[in-house]
């Protein structure tokens, strides 16, 4: 792909960034063009060695960013830190309050250097009483009654993968853009602010909006009163498991001849949506006993045919295989930079989108430890020997 056919083409971005919040802000401006630069310590960033549900955070959120690492503590390291970020168009930092001033990295200290200056804080909290707080998305699912609403009565439960953090992290992807969009008419940049918490909050702003109108109290979602009547998931021959939903009268009437169910479309007790609700305690059972008869791939054939909604229940990496991403280009290749595997090529999920007809696809791979380090010194106006004397200093890797 020709980077300089891409929007963010010709913007630097230097993210001193770690874990999946701050990554995700700068994934996504490298996928649409920018020049990330990823500042990580001398001995690496330390989610490149996370085991278990850790263990794809680096290449996931790490493509197309060039690493540099620089001893932070070092006062000739430092000082290259604060001249990359001085380069930049946008810093994007996720650490906690009061450590980029120490290094005199944060916004008040750059702006001085650079007053066109994008700066991004991914942070747990906005500014208030719980900013100084150590969040994580668990934490904020748990405060921000998202993992409510996910588990059974009594038995809160964190959704399945890292929803805060990476939806965190494109809303200051976004908050960049929006930046740049006005720098460009005051020439002036600016400070944005991402927060964990009042991500969640968001995502929960239908549940507390569904109060404010209804006054009642929502439901976790394994317990709400559904909207629909065929809505849910149904346990099927051979063990199969999926889910069916039929959400208008028109697709109620459509699923009963498709399943030759002529009695329920026929049932005055069931002719509305509404009627359908009401009826759920008897007619869920009723349903779960029909379909029962079925496989689950014989049902996603005559729903398919019908123009029903429906969902195999896959597990993630089954999704490798799904003809629907392979056909349209979803996944990507690249080559993983750590641990046992270091070397391998696995595929990555690309951003939801297109611009003109076009994913935005991986021009690099996620980095190596300092892969980048060399040129982005000699860029900044370094000579071999001053590298080669940071080099043997430590002060960068």
């Not at 790490?62 to 830190?81: H, Q």
């Not at 939903?245 to 005055?268: I, R």
């Amino acid at each position: 792909m020709n980077t300089s056919s891409l929007p963010l083409a010709g913007i630097r971005v230097v993210e001193f960034t770690h874990m999946v919040m701050g990554p995700t802000c700068g994934m996504v401006l490298a996928d649409l063009g920018a020049e990330v630069i990823k500042v990580e310590p001398v001995e690496g960033d330390r989610t490149r060695h996370l085991l278990g549900a850790g263990a794809g955070f680096f290449p996931m959120f790490n493509r197309n960013k060039k690493s540099v690492a620089i001893d932070l503590r070092s006062p000739r390291g430092l000082e290259v830190a604060i001249r990359l970020a001085s380069s930049a168009d946008v810093v994007a930092q996720n650490f906690k309050p009061g450590v980029m001033a120490k290094y005199g990295l944060d916004y008040a200290a750059l702006s001085r250097l650079n007053d066109r200056l994008v700066y991004v804080n991914h942070t747990g909290f906005l500014p208030g009483p719980y900013e100084h707080r150590t969040a994580l998305d668990e934490v904020v699912q748990m405060m921000g009654g998202l993992a409510y609403m996910t588990g059974r009565p009594g038995d809160p439960l964190r959704a399945g993968t890292s929803v805060n953090d990476i939806m965190g992290g494109m809303f200051g992807a976004i908050g960049a853009m929006a930046a740049l969009m006005q720098r460009a008419q005051t020439g002036r940049g600016q400070e944005v602010d991402s927060a964990l918490f009042e991500n969640n909050v968001f995502l929960v702003g239908q549940h507390m909006m569904q109060y404010a109108v209804t006054g009642e109290p929502a439901a976790p979602m394994p317990e709400r009163i559904s909207s629909w009547a065929v809505y849910d998931v149904f346990s099927v021959k051979d063990g199969g498991q999926i889910f069916l939903a039929a959400v208008s009268d028109a697709q109620w009437q459509t699923f009963c001849d498709a399943m030759g169910y002529a009695d329920l479309k026929a049932d005055p007790l069931l002719v509305t949506n509404n009627d359908r609700v009401r009826a759920r305690p008897t007619l869920l059972p009723l349903l779960r006993e029909r379909l029962a008869a079925h496989t689950a791939d014989a049902l996603a054939a005559v729903f398919e045919r019908h123009g029903l909604p429906f969902a195999p229940i896959r597990r993630p990496e089954e999704l490798f295989d799904d003809p629907h991403l392979n056909a349209t280009g979803g996944l990507a290749d690249v080559t993983l930079p750590d641990g046992e595997r270091a070397g391998a090529t696995a595929r990555t999920t690309l951003l939801p989108l297109r611009l003109d007809g076009r994913r935005m696809g991986v021009r690099m791979d996620p980095p190596r430890l300092g892969q980048h380090t060399p040129e982005l010194l000699a860029g900044l106006g370094y000579t071999a020997e001053q590298v080669a004397a940071l080099h043997a200093a430590r002060a960068v890797a």
